[in-house]
């Protein structure tokens, strides 16, 4: 158990529709990763957040946002949502966000598995 | 082309062989090089993390990195049925905080 929580394990919905994940980080942990997994794409960066603040974006689309609360719990927002939006979502979290300079481990979470009729 | 490349097999070896993974790699600026293990419908954890150049030990896993040829290894001795996952390649930049950036991943079996 990496200690990074992920609600819910799966959803099940249809395009067009708008879902939300959430994901709490370990305790002590600052950062937080969103990340999509597909077959054809494997792993891909989609956004980071340091203490409420986006720090990083990568291959996010406009449909999908997401933030971090003051409790450091974060959300991602998935909107008019497409059969190719069905996908695994992990989040991950890490201590400092990729600002010490030094090795720093992401810890991922189980994941949502979401998809898309 | 992919900034990382990595065979996804699949990759099926008896037990006890010693296992051999590999990603190359195009952006000169990756300095941080690690190893997730990814079990099935599981998030991915970390196995191995190496700073630029190098070998790293750990029980029976060897990771290697070689900068100038942009290639990473990973060697597992005496492999195990419980070894059997996809195993993915990361590598992050100095400055680009912490985005990972992901092999495609091997899937490995290892049969009794």
Known sequence: ?117 | QKEVEQDPGPLSVPEGAIVSLNCTYSNSAFQYFMWYRQYSRKGPELLMYTYSSGNKEDGRFTAQVDKSSKYISLFIRDSQPSDSATYLCAMRGGTSYGKLTFGQGTILTVHP
Do not use: M
């Open chain 1, 1 to 117: 158990d990496s200690g990074v929580t992920q609600t819910p394990k799966h959803l099940i919905t249809a395009t067009g529709q708008r879902v939300t994940l959430r994901c709490s980080p370990r305790s002590g942990d600052l950062s937080v990763y969103w990340y999509q997994q597909s077959l054809d794409q494997g792993l891909q960066f989609l956004i980071q957040y340091y203490n409420g603040e986006e720090r990083a974006k990568g291959n996010i689309l406009e449909r999908f946002s997401a933030q971090q609360f003051p409790d450091l719990h974060s959300e991602l927002n998935l909107s008019s949502l497409e059969l190719g939006d069905s996908a695994l979502y992990f989040c991950a979290s890490s201590v400092a966000g990729g600002t010490s300079g030094g090795q720093e481990t992401q810890y991922f979470g189980p994941g949502t598995r979401l998809l898309v009729l």
